[in-house]
């Protein structure tokens, strides 16, 4: 397995990008790549050649987060400005705008089935879950806090939370919070099931294997990629070779890989057998903040990254 880069866009956006991800194909056009910046845009590009296809807008502040639905009709956007707005992928069209104070959001994902959107609740300490067809609010799963913490007491806002992920059969959500804790809740229950263990800096980025719903990656600003079961509660590997703090990570397709992108400025891709970095690529020149593979599809696998130094780059994977 191997990275090849194909493709970089220098000022892609006017601002820093924070967020990508890839917006399934339909029967009428390809899959395509989402950026969101601090810039208060949204764009989308084409999948290889990285022509920009629409440059959205909507939002009065940077956009922090995006998220596609897995039908690719639709897509997601969060803003600084506490908002999230839903729209057409194709048009543009805003199809809901939904409130998220007090806290801008950080981090969103489609379930699989595309029924739920989960939203990362920043200082609310929560997870909030917005049904798909009416946009109203089906269930909010909060974090436990510290038990009876004093005024002077920092703790509460470490449980401010980051990311969330959901597993590939929908029946798990994970989030991760401020103090390096991840806490793994059983959906249809809105059950709080464990939090797991193994950070203690941020958790800014998670993703569940594609290929097997036991197995939760995480990345901290403690510069490493944990490999946990969800399940057993346990930390069954831990990977280090970025020099700061991992801000973003993705598993390949096929399971056998993950990609993350940090604030050193690399984007490193990891082989799961060996639990090592296999590979750096260096193309930017400031921090990483998202890195995205390609869901799955005829066509031949991609990666792409987005950095604080306003480009974006695509990669070969293979």
């Known amino acids: 397995m191997k990275l090849a880069g194909l493709k970089s866009i220098e000022n892609a956006h006017e601002d820093s990008v924070w967020a990508a991800t890839w917006v399934p194909a339909t029967e009428d056009r390809p899959s395509l790549l989402l950026t969101g910046s601090l810039d208060e845009t949204v764009k989308l590009w084409r999948a290889d050649e990285l022509d920009l296809v629409r440059t ?44 998220a104070p007090p806290s801008e959001v950080w981090g969103m994902q489609f379930e699989p089935m595309g029924t739920i959107l989960a939203v ?17 609010i089906l269930s909010t799963l909060s974090i436990p806090r510290p038990e009876a913490p004093k005024p002077s007491d920092k703790t509460s806002s470490k449980k401010f ?33 464990h939090q797991l263990e193994g950070h203690n800096m941020p958790v800014r980025s998670l993703v569940f294997s594609p290929v097997d719903p036991r197995v939760l ?46 604030s050193d400025r690399t984007v490193r891709l990891w082989d799961l057998k060996m639990r090592a970095a296999i ?21 031949a696998g991609r990666l792409a990254s987005v950095s604080d130094d306003k480009s974006v780059s695509l990669y070969d994977y293979s």
């Open 279 to 299: 590979q750096t690529m260096s193309n930017h020149n400031d921090q990483v903040w998202s890195v995205a593979f390609r869901p799955p599809g005829v066509r």
């Open 161 to 193: 939370v980051l990311s969330v992920a959901w597993s590939p059969n929908g029946k798990r959500l994970a989030c991760g919070s401020m103090d390096g804790t991840i806490c793994v809740f059983d959906v249809e229950r809105s059950k709080l099931l």
């Open 120 to 136: 990362a609740g920043g200082s609310s300490a929560s997870v909030k879950l917005w049904d798909t067809a009416s946009w109203r």
């Open 56 to 99: 959205n807008t909507g939002h009065s502040l940077g956009v922090t987060a995006v998220a596609a639905h897995p039908s690719g009709i639709i897509a997601a956007s969060s803003s600084l400005d506490s908002f999230v707005r839903i729209f057409d992928v194709d048009t543009n069209a805003t199809i809901a705008v939904l409130e």
């Open 217 to 262: 990656f995480s990345g901290s600003d403690d510069g490493h990629v944990n490999m946990h079961d969800a399940e057993g509660k346990t930390v069954v590997g831990s990977m280090s070779g970025h020099t700061s703090w991992v801000l973003s990570v993705d598993a390949s397709p096929d399971g056998g890989a993950i990609a993350t992108g940090s």
